[in-house]
């Protein structure tokens, strides 16, 4: 069995960009982020060990956004490491993350970097 958790639409104020004022003015990024892994023991048990603690997930995407980067695929890369590191029982993880405001001519809701890594499981 293979149990999905997803983080839907997380608005965090961050200074990503490759510009230097990106880092200084900074804007909202919306994160989205979705893990599977087989976590069928948690249904019996009801045991918060038995399963991925999506509250600590929330606190190490939060952790990450802080530390600031020239782009978004180091963000994603960093945030997907980091979370099947403390989960292990992972077995794919999907990171989009979404610059509401990109330092770029046109109207638009914002730019996106998807990254995703299959570690042998079933999706």
């Known amino acids: 069995m293979t149990t ?4 839907e639409n997380l608005k965090i ?3 990503h ?13 919306i994160v989205n982020v979705e893990i599977h892994a087989d976590l069928w023991k ?3 048990t009801d045991d918060l060990n ?4 999506y509250a600590e997930v929330n606190d190490i995407i939060h952790e990450e956004m802080k530390i600031p980067s020239k782009l978004m695929e180091h963000v994603c ?3 997907s490491k980091k979370i099947k590191l403390e989960f292990p029982q992972i077995s794919y993880i999907k990171v989009k993350m979404t610059k509401t405001n990109p330092p770029m001519q046109g109207e638009m809701e914002g730019v996106s970097v998807e990254i995703e890594k299959d570690y042998g499981g079933i999706k």
């Open 13 to 15: 104020y961050a200074y």
């Open 17 to 29: 960009g490759v510009l230097p004022e990106e880092k200084i003015i900074g804007t909202y990024f």
């Open 4 to 7: 999905k958790i997803l983080f």
């Open 77 to 79: 890369g960093r945030i």
């Open 42 to 44: 948690a249904v019996g």
């Open 50 to 53: 038995d399963t991925v603690n």
